[in-house]
């Protein structure tokens, strides 16, 4: 019988060891050409068939023996396909079965079989048999060899078909297998390889079993299953209380997502209506103050702009107030006149007194011929008036008298215009100060209740500096009003100008920032605008600063400004207690604000521009580089700081004790201690305060010596004879308990060492 394949014939049956080694292009064609023929219904054609039966009956028990082991394989297997369903097109998609599995794991299995001779397997084959034994592999898949399901009888090996059940595995099976298996090597790749072509299959790891006694018994199995069961229903009852509470939690964050967006509704309308009530406030005011001011025009004065030449000049032209106690004024001077000439007529009808009465009797000789010689004249042309006729001592005391009270009374009218006057000034300086500031808030840009940074609403402008805008402005996230001072650069500056501007403001907010106290100014934010404004939000103040204050009153009395220099002492001493410590180097009244306006009230410090941070790099034991000589105020600045030379000067906390004891001087006196009517050029010109080797105390008003010797202490001309800020802060004068001891001390030491008369420099005349 002859198979005829695409590659060729094969004359005779195929030996077995044809079929066990190595594939041959001839017996691969016959196997293909003899699964080609089996029908999709997985059983083999009747040609087929015939062809099987005309072969030696040895080897067709063999071919059996393959077929019904993959079958019974293929039985035992969920995963294992029907025979021949799908041989011809994919040979690699069916390999499940446990037949195929053994022609993997046996070939290293001892079995009687493996020890025949060589000749048993030098048998040739049929190509049917090739073609049937390459078909169940296909079939199989990758499985293992047919003898693994014969090994069970002899109980050696370690064949999967002992997962099979015995009533699947047969007698006549067992021995057909057995049969088969002894003619195959250990060592040589199984037959069921010849279905995958030339490629030979990877052999898995051997398994290795161990059988071991448990003691576990039927109860005990029980028992373990049952306390399973409990745990899983546990578990599963636990998952189930865990997913109500998830749905409740879930629902009870639904329900407080929601609440949370209603009130963040209510919250926006809230702040809606805030903000519209906060601007309809401020449009009120603004129109009020603009009211006011043009009545205050009539009555105190406006600017009027005059014509000097080729140049326009705003001058100043008081109102009727003003012009009505001129008026006064002059009225009253004009009554004084006359009151002085009737006096003077008044002391010419003096009668003559008794002393007076003799000296006139003596020499009335002369005088009758003298007054009879010019009577007797009659060719005289000109009338002569008669002389006034002398008023008794009684009509001249009184005439006397009526004119003192009506003098009296003129200067009581006079002091009365004068405090008149000294209160429409004033007025007349918060007029003026509310011309400027409505005739900046109209030019600025931002006067139509602008919202900075979705946060600031600005309400009215508060004042104006050279290159910075301060807004009064309500904080809509926290609820309280702030002061945002806008810095607005020039935009004609060159870039170089624009950048040392903000490194400035930069250093100035880094600084106040970090600073925490009760008497200085709280600095809440900063952000920009664009590439040439920014802002910093501070704490508002309601009242005016100490500058403003001292030009209304301008003095205060000693213990206000005493209590005023005590806060100013304790903010300092805390400057210098942080590290690094601060000098302010600008102290002046105009950074001083009064919260409540009044003197008697608390204080706060602001504006730290010109700060000095007193780092260990650039501070030394003589003080640190006075780097920015030049910039301050200078009433307020000490020697050291107008020092030029080759080098820049050294300051200390020293500069600001000399702050102190200036602002100190001027509460009580009223004037600065130097250069009071000179201007910054003046004094930087006249080495004003280089000059200022020792303070000069006024007369009046009369300050305790103590204060004086305080004054004395921070005016120190020389650095190193001035208080530091600690000494200055532990001073007896700043201590009230100190005061009492030295005061009553002091009383007691003027009591024992007391004079009848005080000595003459303590009588002061007025």
């Given at each position: 019988?002859?198979?005829?394949?695409?590659?060729?014939?094969?004359?005779?049956?195929?030996?077995?060891?044809?079929?066990?080694?190595?594939?041959?292009p001839?017996?691969?064609?016959?196997?293909?050409?003899?699964l080609?023929h089996?029908?999709?219904?997985?059983?083999?054609?009747?040609?087929a068939m015939?062809?099987?039966?005309?072969?030696?009956?040895?080897?067709?028990?063999?071919?059996?023996?393959?077929?019904?082991?993959?079958?019974?394989?293929?039985?035992?297997?969920?995963?294992?396909?029907?025979?021949?369903?799908?041989?011809?097109t994919?040979?690699?998609?069916?390999?499940?079965?446990?037949g195929?599995?053994?022609?993997?794991?046996?070939?290293?299995?001892?079995?009687?079989?493996?020890?025949?001779?060589?000749?048993?397997?030098?048998?040739?084959?049929?190509?049917?048999?090739?073609?049937?034994?390459?078909?169940?592999?296909?079939?199989g898949?990758?499985?293992?060899?047919?003898?693994?399901?014969?090994?069970?009888?002899?109980?050696?090996?370690?064949?999967?078909?002992?997962?099979?059940?015995?009533?699947?595995?047969?007698?006549?099976n067992?021995?057909?297998?057995?049969?088969?298996?002894?003619?195959?090597?250990?060592?040589?790749?199984?037959?069921?390889?010849?279905?995958?072509?030339?490629?030979?299959?990877?052999?898995p790891?051997?398994?290795?079993?161990?059988?071991?006694?448990?003691?576990?018994?039927?109860?005990?199995?029980?028992?373990?299953?049952?306390?399973?069961?409990?745990?899983?229903?546990?578990?599963?009852?636990?998952?189930?209380?865990?997913?109500?509470?998830?749905?409740?939690?879930?629902?009870?964050?639904?329900?407080?997502?929601?609440?949370?967006?209603?009130?963040?509704?209510?919250?926006?309308?809230?702040?809606?209506?805030?903000?519209?009530?906060?601007?309809?406030?401020?449009?009120?005011?603004k129109?009020?103050?603009?009211?006011k001011?043009?009545?205050?025009?009539?009555?105190?004065?406006?600017?009027?702009?005059?014509?000097?030449?080729?140049?326009?000049?705003?001058?100043?032209?008081?109102?009727?107030?003003?012009?009505?106690?001129?008026?006064?004024?002059?009225?009253?001077?004009?009554?004084?006149?006359?009151?002085?000439?009737?006096?003077?007529?008044?002391?010419?009808?003096?009668?003559?007194?008794?002393?007076?009465?003799?000296?006139?009797?003596?020499?009335?000789?002369?005088?009758?011929?003298?007054?009879?010689?010019?009577?007797?004249?009659?060719?005289?042309?000109?009338?002569?008036?008669?002389?006034?006729?002398?008023?008794?001592?009684?009509?001249?005391?009184?005439?006397?008298?009526?004119?003192?009270?009506?003098?009296?009374?003129?200067?009581?009218?006079?002091?009365?215009?004068?405090?008149?006057?000294?209160?429409?000034?004033?007025?007349?300086?918060?007029?003026?100060?509310?011309?400027?500031?409505?005739?900046?808030?109209?030019?600025?840009?931002?006067?139509?209740?602008?919202?900075?940074?979705?946060?600031?609403?600005?309400?009215?402008?508060?004042?104006?500096?050279?290159?910075?805008?301060?807004?009064?402005?309500?904080?809509?996230?926290?609820?309280?009003?702030?002061?945002?001072?806008?810095?607005?650069?020039?935009?004609?500056?060159?870039?170089?100008?624009?950048?040392?501007?903000?490194?400035?403001?930069?250093?100035?907010?880094?600084?106040?920032?970090?600073?925490?106290?009760?008497?200085?100014?709280?600095?809440?934010?900063?952000?920009?605008?664009?590439?040439?404004?920014?802002?910093?939000?501070?704490?508002?103040?309601?009242?005016?600063?100490?500058?403003?204050?001292?030009?209304?009153?301008k003095?205060?009395?000693?213990?206000?400004?005493?209590?005023?220099?005590?806060?100013?002492?304790?903010?300092?001493?805390?400057?210098?207690?942080?590290?690094?410590?601060?000098?302010?180097?600008?102290?002046?009244?105009?950074?001083?604000?009064?919260?409540?306006?009044?003197?008697?009230?608390?204080?706060?410090?602001?504006?730290?521009?010109?700060?000095?941070?007193?780092d260990?790099?650039?501070?030394?034991?003589?003080?640190?580089?006075?780097?920015?000589?030049?910039?301050?105020?200078?009433?307020?600045?000490?020697?050291?700081?107008?020092?030029?030379?080759?080098?820049?000067?050294?300051?200390?906390?020293?500069?600001?004790?000399?702050?102190?004891?200036?602002?100190?001087?001027?509460?009580?006196?009223?004037?600065?201690?130097?250069?009071?009517?000179?201007?910054?050029?003046?004094?930087?010109?006249?080495?004003?305060?280089l000059?200022?080797?020792?303070?000069?105390?006024?007369?009046?008003?009369?300050?305790?010596?103590?204060?004086?010797?305080?004054?004395?202490?921070?005016?120190?001309?020389?650095?190193?004879?001035?208080?530091?800020?600690?000494?200055l802060?532990?001073?007896?004068?700043?201590?009230?308990?100190?005061?009492?001891?030295?005061?009553?001390?002091?009383?007691?030491?003027?009591?024992?060492?007391?004079?009848?008369?005080?000595?003459?420099?303590?009588?002061?005349?007025?």
């Amino acid at each position: 019988m002859s198979v005829q394949s695409s590659s060729g014939s094969l004359e005779g049956p195929p030996s077995w060891s044809q079929l066990s080694t190595s594939p041959t292009p001839g017996s691969a064609a016959a196997a293909r050409s003899l699964l080609n023929h089996t029908p999709p219904s997985g059983r083999p054609r009747e040609g087929a068939m015939d062809e099987l039966h005309s072969l030696d009956p040895r080897r067709q028990e063999l071919l059996e023996a393959r077929f019904t082991g993959v079958a019974s394989g293929s039985t035992g297997s969920t995963g294992s396909c029907s025979v021949g369903a799908k041989a011809s097109t994919n040979n690699e998609s069916s390999n499940h079965s446990f037949g195929s599995l053994g022609s993997l794991s046996d070939k290293e299995s001892e079995t009687p079989e493996k020890k025949q001779s060589e000749s048993s397997r030098g048998r040739k084959r049929k190509a049917e048999n090739q073609n049937e034994s390459s078909q169940g592999k296909s079939i199989g898949g990758r499985g293992h060899k047919i003898s693994d399901y014969f090994e069970y009888q002899g109980g050696n090996g370690s064949s999967p078909v002992r997962g099979i059940p015995p009533a699947i595995r047969s007698p006549q099976n067992s021995h057909s297998h057995s049969t088969a298996s002894s003619s195959v090597r250990p060592n040589s790749p199984s037959p069921t390889a010849l279905a995958f072509g030339d490629h030979p299959i990877v052999q898995p790891k051997q398994l290795s079993f161990k059988i071991i006694q448990t003691d576990l018994t039927m109860l005990k199995l029980a028992a373990l299953e049952s306390n399973k069961i409990q745990d899983l229903e546990k578990k599963e009852g636990r998952i189930d209380d865990l997913l109500r509470a998830n749905c409740d939690l879930r629902r009870q964050i639904d329900e407080q997502q929601k609440l949370l967006e209603k009130y963040k509704e209510r919250l926006n309308k809230c702040i809606s209506m805030s903000k519209k009530l906060l601007i309809e406030k401020s449009t009120q005011e603004k129109l009020s103050s603009r009211e006011k001011s043009m009545q205050d025009r009539l009555r105190l004065g406006h600017f009027t702009t005059v014509r000097h030449g080729a140049s326009f000049t705003e001058q100043w032209t008081d109102g009727f107030a003003f012009q009505n106690l001129v008026k006064q004024q002059e009225w009253v001077n004009q009554q004084r006149e006359d009151i002085e000439r009737q006096r003077k007529l008044l002391a010419k009808r003096k009668p003559p007194t008794a002393n007076n009465s003799q000296a006139p009797s003596t020499n009335s000789e002369p005088k009758q011929r003298k007054n009879k010689a010019v009577n007797g004249a009659e060719n005289d042309p000109f009338v002569r008036p008669n002389l006034p006729q002398l008023l008794t001592l009684a009509e001249y005391h009184e005439q006397e008298e009526i004119f003192k009270l009506r003098l009296g009374h003129l200067k009581k009218e006079e002091a009365e215009i004068q405090a008149e006057l000294e209160r429409l000034e004033r007025v007349r300086n918060l007029h003026i100060r509310e011309l400027k500031r409505i005739n900046n808030e109209d030019n600025s840009q931002f006067k139509d209740h602008p919202t900075l940074n979705e946060r600031y609403l600005l309400l009215h402008l508060l004042g104006r500096g050279g290159f910075s805008e301060v807004y009064k402005a309500f904080d809509l996230y926290e609820q309280r009003y702030a002061a945002v001072k806008i810095h607005q650069l020039n935009k004609s500056w060159r870039d170089e100008k624009k950048e040392n501007y903000h490194k400035h403001a930069c250093r100035e907010y880094r600084i106040h920032k970090e600073l925490d106290h009760p008497r200085i100014v709280k600095l809440y934010d900063y952000f920009s605008l664009d590439t040439d404004t920014f802002c910093t939000v501070l704490e508002y103040c309601e009242g005016n600063d100490l500058d403003f204050y001292l030009k209304q009153h301008k003095l205060m009395s000693e213990k206000e400004a005493r209590s005023i220099v005590m806060q100013i002492v304790n903010a300092l001493r805390y400057l210098n207690e942080i590290k690094p410590p601060i000098i302010h180097y600008d102290l002046k009244p105009g950074n001083i604000l009064l919260v409540d306006g009044t003197a008697c009230g608390e204080i706060k410090i602001t504006d730290f521009g010109l700060s000095k941070i007193m780092d260990d790099d650039s501070y030394g034991v003589d003080g640190m580089d006075l780097t920015s000589q030049g910039a301050g105020t200078y009433w307020y600045l000490p020697p050291e700081c107008f020092v030029v030379g080759k080098e820049p000067p050294k300051i200390s906390n020293k500069v600001d004790v000399w702050s102190v004891g200036v602002i100190f001087f001027q509460c009580l006196y009223g004037r600065k201690p130097f250069g009071h009517n000179q201007s910054q050029q003046d004094i930087l010109q006249e080495n004003t305060i280089l000059k200022a080797t020792e303070v000069q105390f006024p007369v009046k008003p009369v300050v305790s010596s103590e204060a004086k010797a305080f004054i004395r202490r921070c005016l120190a001309y020389r650095k190193e004879d001035r208080f530091d800020v600690h000494q200055l802060a532990n001073d007896p004068y700043l201590l009230p308990h100190m005061r009492r001891s030295n005061s009553s001390g002091n009383l007691h030491m003027a009591g024992l060492t007391a004079s009848p008369t005080p000595p003459s420099s303590s009588i002061i005349t007025y």
